[in-house]
């Protein structure tokens, strides 16, 4: 069974930084695209970026030119760096691995706030 395990949320003022990271299990790392979603409680879950196998990359408009994501294919790893926060960015953020399955992290709480 597939793991991903999210890193790196908290508390951060508006236009600070956070590094979300999502420790992948087993060979979904380098067969699967990866992705982060993000949800508000009682709202639909939303995509914010994905990285494809290929290294490609996309980005929801709502973070593109703050948010960036990578793969660190030595440690199995992928990376949300998220620059310039604003308050609607908070939310539950969460990894995701979409191949020949979908996997789903726990959830890492991110809160932009003075």
């Known amino acids: 069974q597939a793991q991903l395990v999210e890193s790196g949320g908290g508390l951060v003022q508006p236009g600070g930084s956070l590094r979300l990271s999502c420790a992948a299990s087993?060979?979904?790392?380098?067969?699967?695209?990866m992705g982060w979603y993000r949800q508000v409680p009682g709202q639909q879950r939303e995509w914010v970026a994905s990285?494809?196998?290929?290294?490609?990359?996309m980005y929801d408009d709502s973070v593109k030119g703050r948010f960036t994501i990578s793969r660190d294919s030595a440690r199995n790893t992928v990376h949300l760096q998220m620059n310039n926060l604003k308050p609607e960015d908070t939310a539950v953020y969460f990894c995701?691995?979409?191949?020949?399955?979908?996997?789903w992290g726990q959830g890492t709480q991110v809160t932009v706030s003075s």
């Open positions: 990285i494809f196998t290929g290294g490609g990359t």
């Open positions: 995701n691995a979409a191949g020949t399955n979908i996997y």
């Open positions: 087993g060979s979904i790392f380098s067969d699967y695209t």
